[in-house]
């Protein structure tokens, strides 16, 4: 099975910074990245597919790099609304479809 | 508009049964695959189960393989999970999820609790 490992496990940020989370593969998957943002008792929601391609409707704040094994979601300027745990998730294999252990990102 | 709404989550005891159903609605239901997803409390995402557009095609995670069976009815836009010999550590909250371009999981339910106590 594929094993995806998210770095950091949290974070704390101001409004305004520049935060950057990162997802490393145990082998490779091409681009068949995507990343989801969930709020506490929300359904998590599409933020990036394919790596680095922005879903319909998500600020244009977030972005997407890598491949391979290596990828990274960025929130160019936090915003008050994007406080919440991040997960990244391969599809280039199934089973199983893994997710990341996700990364939290609370309010300095 | 694009939903999908979960229903037949409970308490059930250890080695007891539930179906869960999931009602699509949108969306052409029989062109999209399928998913199951879920999250036990304060915990992260665990993908569950994968059902092809005609069903023929299935996966489980290897922790409720043999236990549970996914299964789809493309004339009721409907997508259900059942779920037998359940333990304690079913204990989650259990998601829909519609699969888009590159398998990402584009829409996802609300969600159903499923609790495993005696």
């Known amino acids: 099975d594929i094993q995806m490992t998210q770095s950091p496990s949290s974070l704390s940020a101001s409004v305004g910074d520049r935060v950057t989370i990162t997802c490393r593969a145990s082998?490779?998957?091409?681009?068949?990245l995507n990343w989801y943002q969930q709020k506490p008792g929300i359904a998590p929601n599409l933020l990036i597919y394919?790596?680095?391609s922005l879903q319909s409707g998500v600020p244009s704040r977030f972005s997407g790099s890598g491949s391979g094994t290596d990828f990274t979601l960025t929130i160019s300027s936090l915003q008050p609304e994007d406080f919440a745990t991040y997960y990244c998730?391969?599809?280039?294999?199934?089973?199983?479809?893994?997710f990341g252990q996700g990364t939290k990102v609370e309010i300095k | 508009e694009v939903q999908l709404v979960e229903s037949g989550g409970g308490l059930v005891q250890p080695g007891g049964s539930l179906r869960l159903s999931c009602a699509a609605s949108?969306?052409?239901?029989?062109?999209?695959?399928m998913n199951w997803v879920r999250q036990a409390p304060g915990k992260g995402l665990e993908w569950v189960s994968y059902?092809?557009?005609?069903?023929?095609?299935?996966y489980y995670a290897a922790s409720v393989k043999g236990r549970f069976t996914i299964s789809r009815d493309n004339a009721k836009n409907s997508l259900y999970l059942q779920m037998n010999s359940l333990r304690v550590e079913d204990t989650a909250f259990y998601y829909c999820?519609?699969?888009?371009?590159?398998?990402?999981?584009?829409?996802w339910g609300q969600g159903t609790l499923v609790t495993v106590s005696s």
């Open positions: 998730q391969q599809s280039y294999s199934t089973p199983p479809r893994t």
């Open positions: 059902i092809g557009i005609s069903g023929n095609t299935i």
């Open positions: 949108g969306f052409t239901f029989s062109s999209y695959e």
């Open positions: 082998q490779t998957i091409g681009s068949y």
């Open positions: 394919d790596a680095s």
């Open positions: 999820a519609r699969e888009g371009a590159r398998n990402a999981f584009d829409y």
